[in-house]
């Protein structure tokens, strides 16, 4: 339960700590959506970070659809679009593009990044970096509309884009905050009900930054107030007042997950309108869950973990390892 405070005092934590920060610009417009063409010269986007998501990835080309509209473009690494429509156009669009530049096919092993609330595949940038530079691997940061759409939406584009990672042997996955959730809405759908397995056998190893795994007592604080669901939007919602449904379709499946949680270390936390430690928005019980290989608690705040050093550098080392640094873990 959150401590008794005032809405107003709410707002103000919450903000600060990065839950209802507004990441976003607005959709489209009607000329960039177009009905349906291959540019003849590759045009920026407008943005509109709440409102596209990621469907198809090939090496850092990416097809997203418009949560509003349901639109699809292909924009290539630089965030330039080259072509919009339907999903079959924007597709055959990139098989062009991979004849013509003679784009080589994707291996070897993967990381699947997901951002939180309110935020774009921007914020984990840093992390990206550093798993691409010194672990090796291919990783693939994904956008997706967090405050448009729900987490059963969200976890059904995901699947899609691990379904069409033709060529990767092996996938890891990073989540942070309300990505963890969606993760693990997918990882239910994902398990076999006869064998207890994974459907697709490439997945290994996930880890969390700052998890809601037992749902978001702020989030519930605000219940149905309107102008926090209008600026979080559905899945906020799911993890406050809809979590008992939520809940019942989450699962992590066999594989190997590690948890890396925000919090002071003195039992109280970051934010005293909750309760024990915390990272500001969540607390440290609340990210716990069982089953996790490993548990390691930072003095670090949720809207920052993603950016930490030594986050970043233990993230790498579970994903090789299966295991945070010994003495580390708590």
């Known amino acids: 339960m959150i401590r008794p405070l005032s809405i107003l005092t709410l707002l103000v934590l919450a903000w600060a700590t990065g839950l209802p920060r507004?990441?976003?610009?607005?959709?489209?417009?009607?000329?960039?959506?177009?009905?349906?063409?291959?540019?003849?010269?590759?045009?920026?986007?407008?943005?509109?970070?709440?409102?596209?998501?990621?469907?198809?990835?090939?090496?850092?080309?990416?097809?997203?659809?418009?949560?509003?509209t349901g639109q699809c473009r292909l924009i290539d690494p630089n965030d330039l679009r080259h072509a919009s429509g339907t999903l079959d156009e924007c597709r055959n669009k990139l098989d062009e593009i991979k004849r013509l530049r003679q784009l080589p096919p994707m291996d070897g092993r993967a990381v699947i990044v997901l951002h939180g609330l309110n935020r774009s595949r921007r914020s984990m940038d840093k992390l990206c970096a550093y798993?691409?530079?010194?672990?090796?691997?291919?990783?693939?940061?994904?956008?997706?509309?967090?405050?448009?759409?729900?987490?059963?939406?969200?976890?059904?584009?995901?699947?899609?884009?691990?379904?069409?990672?033709?060529?990767?042997?092996?996938?890891?996955?990073?989540?942070?905050?309300?990505?963890?959730?969606?993760?693990?809405?997918?990882?239910?759908?994902?398990?076999?009900?006869?064998?207890?397995?994974?459907?697709?056998?490439?997945?290994k190893r996930l880890v969390m930054l700052g998890p809601p795994n037992h749902g978001s007592s702020i989030a519930a604080a605000f219940g149905e107030n309107r102008a926090f669901g209008a600026v979080e939007g559905e899945s906020a919602r799911e993890l406050g007042?809809?979590?008992?449904?939520?809940?019942?379709?989450?699962?992590?499946?066999?594989?190997?997950?590690?948890?890396?949680a925000g919090g002071r270390g003195d039992?109280?936390?970051?934010?005293?309108?909750?309760?024990?430690?915390?990272?500001?928005?969540?607390?440290?019980?609340?990210?716990?869950?069982?089953?996790?290989?490993?548990?390691?608690?930072?003095?670090?705040?949720?809207?920052?973990?993603?950016?930490d050093d030594k986050v970043i550098e233990q993230t790498l080392r579970f994903l090789r390892t299966g295991r945070f640094a010994a003495g580390e873990a708590k």
């Not at 009607?30 to 009905?35: D, H, V």
């Not at 024990?276 to 670090?300: I, K, N, Q």
């Open 131 to 203: 798993l691409r530079e010194k672990g090796g691997y291919t990783v693939f940061n994904v956008t997706y509309p967090s405050t448009r759409r729900s987490v059963d939406d969200h976890a059904q584009s995901l699947g899609r884009i691990i379904e069409n990672l033709d060529g990767i042997d092996e996938i890891n996955l990073v989540g942070h905050s309300l990505g963890n959730i969606v993760i693990r809405r997918w990882l239910f759908d994902q398990l076999d009900p006869a064998t207890g397995r994974l459907r697709d056998a490439r997945v």
């Open 241 to 260: 007042v809809g979590w008992a449904v939520l809940e019942s379709k989450l699962a992590t499946g066999p594989i190997e997950f590690g948890i890396i």
């Open 22 to 68: 507004l990441d976003a610009a607005p959709p489209e417009t009607a000329a960039e959506l177009g009905t349906g063409r291959a540019e003849l010269v590759p045009v920026p986007t407008l943005g509109g970070k709440q409102f596209w998501g990621d469907e198809l990835l090939f090496q850092q080309w990416r097809i997203q659809r418009n949560a509003m």
């Open 267 to 307: 039992g109280d936390g970051f934010n005293p309108a909750l309760p024990g430690d915390d990272d500001g928005v969540v607390t440290v019980a609340t990210a716990r869950l069982d089953g996790a290989a490993d548990f390691l608690v930072v003095p670090v705040l949720h809207s920052f973990l993603m950016k």
